[in-house]
């Protein structure tokens, strides 16, 4: 059964597939596996009346139609951690069909990040963002990106 302890002990990964991680927490990995990402890119999809994206993940067209499918038109807010090719690109295409707000921060270009990125709002350390279903806190953790 989708989003049991059994299951994600078993880490039984599909691609594409909406996962129950919680009552309000829902992961689908992209089709993106590799050395980097293990199995694929993981996107969090976070309340179902307001739904928060949490790395939308790469631009593959079947990635960003199953968060479409999964969130069933309920996208507010995209927020980004980092902006490393396998976690943001899909934010602007998202945002551009649900008018969702992007919300993260634009790393200096290293070769290494999306420059296509950009926030709406800029994330920092102790950032809220608050719904009728759930509360998120940013907390800084430097070393992975900065």
């Not at 299951?7 to 309000?24: H, M, Y």
């Not at 976070?46 to 631009?59: F, M, N, R, S, T």
């Not at 963002?129 to 430097?142: C, H, R, Y």
């Amino acid at each position: 059964m989708a989003g049991t302890k059994e299951n994600l002990l078993t880490f039984d990964i599909t691609a594409g597939v909406s996962v129950d991680i919680s009552a309000r927490v829902r992961r689908i990995t992209a089709p993106n596996p590799g050395p980097m990402t293990g199995p694929g890119t993981n996107t969090y999809l976070l309340g179902k009346e307001q739904v928060v994206v949490i790395d939308p993940g790469p631009a593959i067209d079947e990635h960003i139609e199953a968060i479409l499918a999964a969130a069933s038109g309920k996208i507010c807010w995209i927020v980004v951690t980092h902006t490393h090719p396998d976690h943001s690109p899909a934010a602007m295409r998202l945002q551009a069909q649900t008018g969702a707000c992007l919300i993260g921060a634009t790393m200096p270009d290293d070769g290494h990040q999306d420059i296509s990125f950009v926030a709406d709002k800029t994330v920092y350390d102790g950032f809220l963002l608050k719904t009728d279903e759930l509360t998120l806190q940013a907390v800084a953790t430097p070393g992975h990106v900065a």
